[in-house]
Each structure stands twice: as structure tokens, then as C-alpha cells.
């Protein structure tokens, strides 16, 4: 159960074009979304926090711009890296909470997919 | 500020040999704390601790939690070369979002 379905896995683009990764939660209405950042080697970081309907809080320095986040229903959310450049190459990972069925999935607070991997050239 | 803190931030053992992970944080309104061992993909859940002093147990893999300490210890016995990886430490506050604050990790090399 709690599974959380993320696409592309990796994606290569060049310079100044916009990509989307797109985050599905299969089994369980996801109440929230988490978007996070990982560099080599270091922890994930997270960008940004979304609830089903309503627009995404961002953590401090992250760019509103620059990264687009939609959570328009309760099984999908995307993250848009706009105009994107070699320093935004970094692996990409989501994770879906549901608070109504947690219960069912032992309680985690957060389920993850299987990240992205970008790489700007 | 909350505040999650791993060590050590990189081990290199030999297999065979038993390692331990530290992990302590500073939260507001502590729910749980999760550890997560991540190889190339996301993260792996491997336990959630919510009460102190009880132990979980996973095959080689084992945890407790001190909440008087606020820390936990992350064992594993009898370390593989399938061990590798960077393990996660995460604490869920005070938010009812189910926001996790993560440490910076520990990167376990296991050597044949």
C-alpha cells in the first residue's frame, strides 16, 4: 500500500527549456505533497509543501518562479522547473501524505516516489 | 529553530563488523522520529519510533528511541556489502502537515 507513483525518472534537457515531473499517489487520496532537492552526497532538502486545492508554500530561498508546483487533485501534483539551467541538475523527489488514511499505511507521515533525476545541458 | 543532527556523516566499516548511527534533534512537539536508508533512488522507509525505550527490530537492522535524550541509535549487526547507503534520519514537529525534518545523513560504506 501508500503507493506513490513519480514520472519521469530521469530526464536530460538542454538549457532554457521547462520540464514537469509529475507526482501520483495510486492507493490513497493525497491530502498533502512534498517536494524535495537532494545534491550529491547531501540530504534531501525540501522546496516547497502543497494541499490538494490551494497554492504551495514555499521553504525560505526557494525561487516561487522558478519552480511551479500544482496540486490540483487529491492523486496528482507536478513540479515545473521553468527555464530551467545546469544548476537547477539535481534529483527531484516527492512524497504524498494522507492525514484521512494514514491509519491504513502505518502511519507514516510522508510516502515517497522514486525521484527524478535532472540534468541541465 | 528545529533541528536535526546525524553522526557520524560518513563510516567506512569492513563486513562483519557492527555499526551504530546517532541521531538527535531538537523539535517542537515531537510525534515521531523515522529513519530511511536511501541508495540511488528515494528514500526506504525502515522504522518510525514514537515512544522511548522500545526497541524495533528488522533482521540485522534495530532502533530505540530516547526521548529523554532526545536522540536515537540506529544499529545494524553483521554490516553486508548491501548495506551501503546513506541513512536517514527524520523527525516529525509540531505540524499537522506531517512536515519531516531530516538530518544530513550518514553514509555507510561497507567493504568486503
Known amino acids: 500500500g501508500a503507493v506513490v507513483s513519480q514520472h519521469p525518472s530521469w530526464v536530460i534537457c538542454k538549457s532554457g527549456t521547462s520540464v514537469k515531473i509529475e507526482c501520483r499517489s495510486l492507493d490513497f487520496q493525497a491530502t498533502t505533497m512534498f517536494w524535495y532537492r537532494q545534491f550529491p552526497k547531501q540530504s534531501l532538502m525540501l522546496m516547497a509543501t502543497s494541499n490538494e486545492g490551494s497554492k504551495a508554500t514555499y521553504e525560505q530561498g526557494v525561487e516561487k518562479d522558478k519552480f511551479l508546483i500544482n496540486h490540483a487533485s487529491l492523486t496528482l501534483s507536478t513540479l515545473t522547473v521553468t527555464s530551467a539551467h545546469p544548476e537547477d541538475s539535481s534529483f527531484y523527489i516527492c512524497?504524498?501524505?494522507?492525514?484521512?488514511?494514514?491509519?491504513?499505511?502505518?502511519?507514516?507521515?510522508?510516502?515517497f516516489g522514486d525521484g527524478t533525476r535532472l540534468s541541465i545541458l | 529553530e528545529d533541528k536535526v543532527v546525524q553522526s557520524p556523516l560518513s563510516l567506512v566499516v569492513h563486513e562483519g563488523d557492527t555499526v551504530t548511527l546517532n541521531c538527535s534533534y531538537e523539535?517542537?512537539?515531537?510525534?515521531?522520529l523515522l529513519w530511511y536508508k536511501q541508495e540511488k533512488k528515494a528514500p526506504t522507509f525502515l522504522f518510525m519510533l514514537?515512544?522511548?525505550?522500545i526497541e524495533k527490530k528488522s533482521g540485522r537492522l534495530s532502533s530505540i528511541l530516547d526521548k529523554k535524550e532526545l536522540s536515537s541509535i540506529l544499529n545494524i549487526t553483521a554490516t553486508q556489502t548491501g548495506d551501503s547507503a546513506i541513512y536517514l534520519c527524520a523527525v516529525h514537529g509540531s505540524s499537522n502537515t506531517g512536515k519531516l525534518i531530516f538530518g544530513q545523513g550518514t553514509t555507510l560504506q561497507v567493504k568486503p
Open positions: 514514537t515512544s522511548s525505550g
Open positions: 512524497s504524498a501524505r494522507s492525514y484521512r488514511d494514514r491509519g491504513r499505511f502505518g502511519n507514516q507521515p510522508q510516502h
Open positions: 523539535v517542537t512537539n515531537f510525534r515521531s
